[in-house]
């Protein structure tokens, strides 16, 4: 890693937004709706308050780790055109004070966590914030093409700290909202990979289009949409399933299925020739996908009740 202080602040003063952007709100957002929902779904309650402050330190935990990914990956993202405009490489913000908030912000929704529902689920956001930053920043990243595959579960855990916040502990529910998550993480990020190979070629991160190719990626994610489905399906037999979320995931795994097909049937000639259409149709498909799936859990909890 290139010492992420070399980044400077160069504008007179970094503004309000640019430590909001350290916290990678989009990330956040998918963060909070997840463990919002594995909050919600599970069995047994929460005063209000509790939940409210619950999901707000989680939140803030997801965006402790984001702060700290940017502070660690300041010169990977300095190279890409889809990062380089972010606070440090940009020179908004130095890394020492990307270091400092996401450590701090660490610290403070662990233990406010730890207050407000109970230590397992403070311990769980722990471990979590310790394998996005370590486990796959700082170690898988650079490493191996797996990295996004491992890595992707850091992104998974939040319905289960939801989950924990009101049980206190792990069901198969929660495992399996977990797997929805794992087994869509790199069919996700790979169709971004497709269409941005030249980012993370110059940035030398081993994503599979650079140590495969875009045809063997193309394979992977229309294997992983068939690993995907099952996990997808089997939730919806389980206590916070039903016949209303059956019918939505049903629905999108046939989609997403259909739509990995299409992008592993296509040539490199084919997706530069029209712009990597299929490509970014799935991309943007994986997002509602996944979207749509926590969100039908929702709509059934409330059918049920």
Same mark, same amino acid.
């Given at each position: @890693?290139?010492d992420? &202080?070399?980044? #400077?602040a160069? &504008?007179?003063?970094?503004?309000?937004?640019?430590y909001?952007?350290?916290l990678?709100?989009?990330? @956040?957002?998918?963060?909070?709706f997840?463990a %919002?929902?594995?909050?919600?779904v599970?069995?047994? &309650?929460?005063?209000?308050?509790?939940?409210f402050?619950?999901?707000?330190?989680i939140?803030i935990?997801?965006?402790?780790?984001?702060?700290?990914?940017m502070?660690?990956?300041?010169?990977?993202?300095?190279? @890409?055109?889809?990062?380089?405009s972010?606070p440090?490489?940009?020179?908004?913000?130095s890394?020492?004070?990307?270091?400092?908030?996401?450590?701090?912000?660490?610290?403070l929704?662990?233990m406010?966590?730890g207050?407000?529902?109970?230590?397992?689920?403070?311990?769980?956001?722990?471990?979590?914030?310790?394998?996005?930053?370590?486990v796959?920043?700082?170690?898988?990243?650079?490493?191996t093409?797996?990295?996004?595959?491992?890595?992707?579960?850091?992104?998974?855990?939040?319905?289960?700290?939801?989950?924990?916040?009101?049980?206190?502990?792990?069901?198969?529910?929660?495992?399996?909202?977990?797997a929805?998550? %794992? %087994?869509?993480t790199?069919?996700?990020f790979?169709a971004?990979?497709?269409?941005?190979?030249?980012?993370?070629?110059?940035?030398?991160v081993?994503?599979?289009?650079?140590?495969?190719?875009?045809?063997?990626?193309?394979? #992977?994610?229309?294997?992983?949409?068939?690993?995907?489905?099952?996990?997808?399906?089997?939730?919806?037999?389980?206590s916070?399933?039903?016949?209303?979320?059956?019918?939505?995931a049903?629905?999108?795994n046939?989609?997403?299925?259909?739509?990995?097909?299409?992008?592993?049937?296509?040539?490199?000639a084919?997706?530069?020739?029209?712009?990597?259409?299929?490509?970014?149709? %799935?991309?943007k498909?994986s997002?509602?996908?996944l979207?749509?799936?926590f969100?039908?859990?929702?709509?059934?909890?409330w059918?049920?009740?």
């Open positions: @890693m290139t992420a &202080s070399i980044y #400077h160069t &504008s007179p003063e970094a503004e309000f937004g640019d909001v952007a350290l990678k709100p989009r990330v @956040m957002s998918l963060v909070v997840t %919002f929902v594995g909050l919600i599970a069995p047994g &309650s929460l005063h209000p308050l509790v939940a402050c619950s999901i707000l330190f939140a935990g997801g965006g402790a780790s984001g702060a700290l990914n502070w660690y990956d300041a010169d990977i993202d300095a190279v @890409m055109r889809r990062t380089k972010r440090i490489p940009a020179g908004r913000v890394g020492a004070e990307a270091l400092g908030l996401g450590l701090a912000l660490s610290g929704s662990v406010m966590l207050l407000a529902a109970n230590w397992f689920a403070a311990g769980f956001l722990a471990f979590t914030i310790f394998f996005y930053v370590v796959y920043t700082i170690w898988l990243k650079r490493l093409p797996q990295n996004i595959v491992i890595g992707g579960a850091a992104g998974s855990f939040p319905p289960m700290i939801g989950w924990a916040c009101v049980t206190g502990g792990i069901s198969v529910e929660s495992l399996l909202m977990f929805l998550i %794992f %087994f869509w790199p069919p996700h790979w971004l990979a497709l269409f941005t190979k030249e980012d993370y070629n110059n940035a030398g081993p994503m599979l289009t650079v140590t495969h190719g875009r045809q063997a990626t193309r394979r #992977h994610i229309f294997v992983y949409t068939l690993v995907l489905a099952p996990f997808a399906i089997w939730l919806g037999l389980t916070i399933g039903g016949p209303f979320y059956l019918a939505v049903l629905v999108l046939v989609l997403f299925i259909w739509n990995g097909w299409q992008v592993m049937r296509r040539s490199d084919q997706s530069f020739a029209d712009g990597h259409k299929a490509e970014k149709s %799935f991309f498909l997002l509602y996908y979207f749509l799936h969100a039908a859990l929702l709509v059934q909890h059918i049920s009740m």
